[in-house]
């Protein structure tokens, strides 16, 4: 009689103890789980994701994105990716780890990605001369970009 | 990790330059709902409507905290932490918004089945929580999980909201036509709260995660919007509280309110920054609490004068069952005693004591006569106490309702006839088959008769049976003093005399009617009288379904 009056507790707070235990062992013993941040890139090899570093976007600045395992970052830099060479690749030692480059498919719809041609390059130093090139061309610049590093 | 962009909170909570919405909508909320929360609870901790009042109040102030600490904290592994709750809080307002409304409209717990729905409804949020189908990981640059939401978090807990809205508005217009008409307005205030509510809430924090998911908005600050919903819901459970004594609450209501209504215009503090806003703020704020220390006063002084009318009103019960118990005692003595001096005067009338002489003779008749009366007058008022008590039991078996009705007449002719009154019998040929009390039927029909009569000067009497389709429907119609239209309001009810009624008849005790109705009604018929005003004679009609 007692169970069926209380058979929403009997069965809902033993699932939130567990659910509580499982999930505190995951996120804050573990950190099994992905961190997702902005890779350093270089617009001369690779193909980065450009953002404005201010409101009216007078600066900007080249980033992949680098998804890691939290674990496996932590061991690496600590509480911190900032200035830590280890977050920036993946290493041998890396469970699950990837650098996504600039491409039509990880853009956004509205986002460009950005590569310097090597020759302007070289003649101005990295970032005096910018060729913004559009999703839809994307393809070209790829081949471009392999044609430099090759 | 931390998000390395973002500024670590002081106190854990505090962050200067966010939304300044976001503390004036999370604050008053939180503080409302859990004052709301505890005070419910602690009026009456064993009543489950109660219980489940408090259950919602915490997981919505659970859900709001845990949201203050999404947007204030940096810690990636306290966020996805916190984040992983965020669907069962929200899915646990659905399922106990939807309990409480049944046990609101209901009076009573759910059964069993419903509860294993409600239980599994919420066990796949539970269970996967702590897995990536609610969370997999988080962004550090704009320190949020929106990219990571596994089909939990993006799907199924607002589903879960959907269905609650819906659910609770099937079940408060259901309740709604079926209610008497003293609980409707219960329920449209509880059904609007609850409904604004849940709404709100599950529509801001819907279209929050959307939109910042699809990138149309940089984050999810449309949800603080949806807090507000809940100091309505507060504010409609507070006038339940007050004007219906919901929950078995009462002063502490008008101080919950008070107290919640200090905090919502405080917390404007948070984010006002000119000197101006700040004098405007505490002058309203000084106000209100002024105000509302009248109102709590008053409050206070009215609901000590309606306790005191309760306990009256209940003192007077008491002492009006204890009226009814002396009488039903005294009564039945008397009957004992008149009964016996009539059976006496019959035993001397019947000449078992030998010859009565001549000059003795009309005392004895008279003697017998007004025992008679006062016997059947007893009687009357015993059987009118007895089914009001509802001592009364009903042995329904089946018989000719137009023999009854025939030998019921004749047996009343010889009244008539010492009258003058032309009584008219029109019962058909035909028997007529019903099953009912045949003892308490021949009293009401008997009752009717004799009213008729009496209250009939001169003219005639006209008694008809008849059956029409399911329905039996026997009349009697006369051209006596009639009934006026205040008369005709109480002619139903318990001592319900007419004006004129003693002057005619003195014997009248006021409950031959109400003992009609009562019995009529204990067949599934009914019983009504038709005039057309002060003498003008009256019909009195009785239905029976067959």
């Not at chain 2, 603080?224 to 504010?235: H, P």
Request: glycine letters at 6%.
């Amino acid at each position: 009689m007692q169970f069926k009056k209380h058979l929403l507790l009997f069965i809902i707070v033993p699932l939130c103890a567990i659910a509580v235990t499982l999930s505190f062992y995951r996120f804050i013993v573990a950190g099994d789980y992905i961190v997702e941040y902005e890779g350093e890139c270089d617009p001369i090899t690779e193909s980065c994701f450009m953002m404005c570093a201010d409101e009216d976007c007078l600066e900007t600045y080249y980033y992949t994105q680098i998804q890691k395992r939290a674990a496996d970052v932590y061991a690496e830099c600590g509480p911190d990716v900032t200035d830590c060479a280890d977050a920036q690749l993946c290493l041998p030692s890396d469970t699950d780890c990837s650098v996504t480059y600039c491409s039509p498919d990880s853009a956004l719809p509205d986002q460009a990605c950005e590569t310097l041609d090597a020759q302007d390059a070289g003649e101005f130093g990295i970032g005096i001369e910018e060729e913004i090139v559009d999703i839809e061309q994307e393809a070209s610049v790829e081949t471009e970009l392999e044609e430099t590093t090759l | 990790m931390i998000c390395h962009l973002f500024e670590t909170p002081l106190y854990f909570f505090y962050v200067p330059d966010l939304p300044v919405l976001l503390y004036y909508s999370h604050v008053p909320a939180i503080v409302i709902a859990i004052i709301m929360g505890f005070f419910v609870l602690s009026s009456d901790k064993r009543a489950l409507l109660n219980q489940l009042l408090f259950g919602l109040c915490i997981s919505f102030s659970i859900w709001s905290l845990s949201t203050l600490v999404l947007w204030t904290n940096t810690h990636s592994d306290i966020l996805l932490f916190t984040w992983s709750f965020l669907g069962p809080a929200a899915a646990f307002i659905s399922i106990l918004a939807i309990y409480f409304t049944y046990v609101f409209l209901q009076k009573r717990d759910v059964g069993v089945k419903l509860k294993l729905i409600f239980a599994a409804l919420l066990a796949p949020i539970l269970i996967l929580a702590p897995t990536v189908h609610t969370l997999g990981g988080l962004n550090l640059v704009n320190c949020d999980a929106f990219g990571f939401e596994g089909i939990m978090n993006t799907f199924y807990y607002p589903a879960l909201g959907a269905l609650a809205i819906v659910w609770v508005l099937a079940l408060l217009i259901h309740h709604y036509r079926k209610a008497p008409q003293g609980s409707r307005s219960q329920i449209i205030l509880m059904g609007t709260g609850i409904e604004i509510f849940l709404f709100s809430f599950f529509t801001a924090s819907f279209l929050g995660t959307y939109l910042t998911t699809a990138g149309f908005l940089p984050d999810s600050e449309i949800e603080s919007y949806g807090y507000f919903g809940m100091i309505v819901f507060v504010v409609y459970m507070g006038i339940l509280i007050v004007r219906f004594k919901t929950f078995h609450a009462n002063l502490i209501a008008a101080q919950a309110l008070i107290v919640a209504l200090i905090v919502l215009i405080a917390s404007q503090f948070t984010f006002v920054r000119t000197t101006t806003n700040i004098v405007l703020i505490s002058i309203t704020l000084l106000l209100t609490t002024t105000a509302g220390f009248v109102l709590i006063r008053s409050v206070k002084r009215e609901i000590k004068q309606r306790e005191e009318i309760e306990k009256l009103a209940k003192d007077l019960e008491k002492a009006n069952k204890q009226q009814i118990i002396l009488i039903h005692f005294i009564t039945h003595q008397i009957k004992g005693f008149v009964t016996k001096s009539r059976n006496i005067f019959s035993m001397i009338r019947e000449g078992e004591f030998g010859i009565v002489p001549d000059t003795m003779k009309p005392m004895v008749e008279e003697g017998f006569k007004s025992d008679t009366k006062g016997v059947n007058t007893i009687q009357e008022i015993l059987n009118a106490a007895n089914i009001k008590s509802g001592k009364v039991t009903y042995n329904k078996e089946s018989f000719d309702l137009k023999a009854l009705i025939d030998e019921t007449a004749q047996e009343l002719k010889a009244n008539a006839d010492a009258k003058g009154l032309i009584l008219k019998i029109d019962t058909g040929s035909a028997p007529l088959m019903y099953p009912g009390d045949k003892g308490q039927l021949v009293n009401a029909l008997k009752n009717l008769i004799d009213n008729s009569i009496k209250y009939t000067p001169k003219g005639e009497i006209r008694i008809a049976l008849s059956q029409e389709g399911s329905l039996i429907r026997f009349s009697v119609e006369d051209d006596g003093v009639g009934i006026t239209k205040e008369d005709m309001t109480h002619l139903f009810t318990e001592g319900g005399h007419g004006a004129n009624s003693t002057k005619i008849n003195v014997e009248s005790t006021g409950f031959g009617l109400y003992i009609v109705k009562n019995i009529v009604e204990a067949h599934n018929g009914k019983v009504w009288a038709e005039s057309e005003g002060e003498g003008k004679g009256s019909r009195f009609v009785v239905e029976l379904p067959v």
